[in-house]
């Protein structure tokens, strides 16, 4: 099938037909290859790609073909290459030029960074193709994208499902070469043990035999872990802090194991492209064993993408937002996205304290849009019935449109006996005044009268508002007169302001990924070293990197050294418990599930559940 033939001629003007006299197909052919062997390979290109539009019965077919290839490839255009490559390779497979087209292909799947697809058509090459100077150039790539261009991870995956002697051999060296160079003597010396025993091994049993001699008794270097935060830029505050706590860990690692642990350290600037950057500086980077950061959820979507091609393993500490981790598996969040929380709080206010409807006023943002229609939906799951929903848009501080109408949307529910959701929520502004007052008539000249009757037909009113949010919404709840429990995100974990409105949210519950319980000898010791070390309390932030840090140190403690050793002890699962939280991955899922529920009492924060 020449779709080739068919794009070229929806795209191109036919060189042909643009001459005062038009070329033939072998004319073309020689005026293009004249073109590609000086060099001018942007004409090389417009010709052939005349010539194949205009004679796809011609001779010089296949061979316009493979030099459109080769002059996309000069120019980097590889995707283009590989798709006029494979028309060649899969439409004419008995062409005197598919060797030429094989190793066009594989440059640029090189040139694309598609290593192994590259190898997988070099190595076809030099075991097939009769040409010498084609198997000499398939053998030298080989072995520099295997020596330049792999992580001892790909190599190692490449070496379990190859079966070419040759290529296992190189791999085999490179793979010891790289673990020498990264000092990971224990972990090479169990691969070269393993790879002795098997049956059949290759030339490299001797050369084997003398590196375990050369690493007898030798001490793994560092293990090193590469760390993408904000020290710079609008998340610096949180960057600082979580490196903060980054460093305690690893100092305190380091004053009582071995190997020690060594931090590389980039600069994300609260940008983007800078995360990208930070990340393909350190997947390059062959003794990393895994990556912390960044501190945002966007240029963690960002720096997973790279890291994860690369198969290291990396874990952002605060990161939010969900479907981070369907990137790859070998994306983390130790943080709990804000479904999770919402559909905690949820859980516990309808099977732990039994109430049965609700209300939810949140910011009219992605935040307040996610966390309430998780709550709502888990309401409506596990039995609870929403009432209504208000929003609200960003420096709002005046409530009284959404409060009234959440007040009148009570009264209405209690007296139309437990309609549904669908059928409250569509109600217009006419009907809900209409409804109301023929079942609760009014004076409506008295202002001041005319909350004096409690709204308490509503269980429990979840507010996921941000804590600036909170002065605001606290004294007009009052107000207003609307009595209910109320149930918070995790903004509302703010002792300070919390207290300066203690009378009007006395009793208030919500969900938090962090509680430092100060009766905890483990949280205290956190708290008197961070500040002899640092000369301030510690911050929630700091806390989760200091956690994050701690179970990393633990898996080099249980020596597990190599980003494929730690990336197999976090696929098995795990529930680590740190000071501010449980960090737990199963096999189900790569994002942190632990959350705590609070309660503010009487000034004072307290845990009602975990």
């Known amino acids: 099938m020449k779709f080739i033939r068919f794009l070229l001629l929806l795209s191109c003007t036919s060189i042909a037909y643009s001459q005062a ?29 005349s010539m194949i539009a205009n004679f796809p019965e011609g001779d010089h077919y296949t061979a316009g073909l493979l030099m459109l290839s080769k002059s996309y490839e000069k120019m980097r255009y590889f995707k283009k290459s590989i798709t006029v490559a494979d028309e060649l390779i899969t439409v004419y497979p008995g062409s005197k030029y598919i060797d030429d087209a094989l190793y066009t292909r594989a440059q640029s799947y090189y040139g694309n960074d598609d290593y192994t697809s590259a190898i997988k058509d070099l190595t076809l090459l030099r075991t097939t193709s009769k040409e010498k100077h084609l198997q000499s150039r398939s053998d030298s790539l080989i072995r520099r994208i295997i020596q330049n261009n792999l992580s001892s991870i790909r190599i190692r995956k490449m070496m379990e499902t190859g079966n070419d002697p040759e290529l296992l051999s190189v791999l085999n060296s490179q793979y010891v070469t790289n673990l020498m160079s990264q000092k990971r003597y224990a972990f090479l010396q169990k691969f070269i ?51 903060s706590g980054v460093e305690l860990a690893v100092s305190e690692h380091n004053r009582s194991y071995t190997p020690s642990i060594e931090l590389v350290i980039y600069d994300d600037q609260s940008d983007i492209i800078q995360a990208i950057h930070a990340a393909k500086e350190l997947s390059a980077d062959d003794g990393i064993s895994a990556i912390i950061g960044p501190v945002e959820s966007s240029a963690m979507a960002a720096a997973a993408v790279v890291a994860d091609q690369h198969h290291i393993p990396i874990i952002s500490p605060t990161a939010t937002k969900s479907g981070l981790t369907q990137i790859g598996p070998y994306v983390y969040q130790a943080n709990v996205n804000i479904e999770s929380r919402s559909e905690a709080i ?26 309430s229609t998780a709550f709502a939906q888990s309401v409506e799951k596990i039995g609870g019935r929403m009432i209504v929903i208000e929003k609200f848009y960003d420096n709002t501080t005046d409530f009284k449109g959404q409060l009234v109408h959440l007040r009148k949307m009570g009264f209405i529910d209690r007296a139309l006996r437990q309609t549904s959701f669908r059928f409250l929520s569509k109600l217009t502004t006419q009907q809900v005044d209409s409804i109301y007052a023929k079942h609760y008539p009014i004076d ?48 509302w974990y703010d002792q300070t302001e919390l207290r300066l409105h203690q009378n009007y949210i006395n009793g208030v519950m919500f969900v938090s990924e962090s509680f430092m319980d100060p009766a905890n000898p483990e949280v205290k010791h956190f708290n008197e070293t961070f500040m002899k070390t640092n000369g301030i309390l510690p911050s929630r932030e700091a806390s989760y990197g200091f956690d994050l840090m701690n179970m990393l140190s633990s898996f080099v403690q249980a020596g597990y050294y190599t980003s494929e050793e730690i990336q197999v002890e976090l696929n098995k699962g795990l529930a680590w418990n740190g000071i501010h939280n449980k960090i737990i991955f199963t096999n189900d899922s790569r994002v942190n599930s632990s959350v705590h529920i609070l309660q503010f009492s009487n000034g004072q924060i307290k845990k009602k559940s975990k």
């Open 21 to 49: 006299k038009p070329l033939n197909e072998k004319e073309l052919f020689e005026s293009g290859l004249a073109a590609y062997r000086s060099k001018l390979y942007p004409t090389s290109i417009k010709t052939f790609e």
């Open 193 to 243: 043990d393993s790879s002795l025993q098997k049956k059949n091994q290759l030339s490299t049993n001797k050369a084997f035999r003398d590196i375990l001699k050369q690493i007898n008794n030798k001490t793994d270097g560092p293990v090193r872990f590469g760390f993408i935060t904000s020290l710079t830029g609008s998340n610096s505050e949180t960057g600082r802090s979580i490196k």
């Open 346 to 371: 949820a859980r516990y206010a309808v099977e732990a304290l039994g109430l049965r409807t609700f209300a939810i006023l949140s910011p009219s943002d992605l935040y307040g849009d996610i966390a």
């Open 444 to 491: 409506s000249t008295s202002n001041d009268g005319e909350y004096n009757v409690p709204m308490e037909f509503i269980d429990a009113l979840f507010l996921p508002v941000y804590t600036d949010d909170i002065k605001y919404i606290a004294p007009q709840l009052a107000f207003y007169n609307i009595k209910t429990q109320l149930l918070g995100g995790d903004n």
